[in-house]
């Protein structure tokens, strides 16, 4: 599998589009972005993009995705417990960026923890992490997780928007994510990619 990372988006969100080598299939984790460059990078690749799967509802990871609908015709998936953040959208994104607000629409189907991806004969794992926001999601594909706010090198995601719960993320952190192999690589949201056995070590806000 390839991984191409996009940096995307008013607050610099990290896109990753997962290629199947063999068949070509693709998915998009998150799409911060509706900028042509963006989409026509991803046109001159000839992948058959199959869908975008949403780590969680916050504006800064989905703003491309009404977009994308249109000119690639490409569903977007979100745990049902975030659409409410999904509908904050043109509220907090004017507060946060100083842009117009945008309403997103084209969101409308909903991925659970367990569910299973295709793109040739690799699989995405869906894993519920529940914390940076109610329905936060982390994707696995063999010994690579894509953990959009939940878990960043040496941080996690802030838990002072709606929804979200400091207890709550340094659970499913615990749980889900640091039960992972250590050389699990970790590639987050936002920033630079990192290790479960990284974390573990060294990620001091999960330690006090
Ligand atoms: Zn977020």
Redesign the pocket.
């Known amino acids: 599998m390839e991984i191409k990372i996009f940096v995307e988006g008013p607050v610099e969100a990290n896109n990753y589009l997962l290629i199947d080598e063999q068949s070509k299939d693709a998915i998009l984790i998150d799409c911060s972005s509706e900028r042509q460059g963006f989409i026509d990078e991803i046109k001159n690749l000839n992948i058959n993009l199959k869908c975008i799967l949403l780590t ?1 509802g ?1 504006f ?2 989905i703003l491309g995705v009404d977009k994308f609908n249109e000119v690639f015709g490409v569903e977007t998936y979100v745990a049902k417990e975030d659409v409410s953040q999904v509908e904050l959208t043109p509220k907090f994104m004017p507060i946060i960026t100083g842009l117009e607000p945008v309403t997103i629409t084209s969101i409308k189907n909903y991925v659970k923890d367990g569910d299973i991806f295709k793109i040739g004969d690799t699989e995405i794992k869906a894993i519920s992490t529940p914390g ?2 109610p329905g936060g999601m982390c994707y696995l594909v063999d010994n690579k997780l894509f953990s959009g ?1 939940t878990l960043f090198q040496r941080s996690v ?1 802030r838990c002072d928007f709606p929804g979200g719960s400091f207890e709550t993320i340094s659970k499913s952190i615990k749980e889900k994510l640091f039960t992972l192999p250590d050389d699990t690589e970790v590639f987050p ?1 936002h920033g630079g990619k990192t290790t479960i056995g990284y974390e573990k070590k060294y990620n001091e806000i999960l330690n006090i």
């Open positions: 969680h916050h800064d990871h940076h926001t706010d995601g949201g």
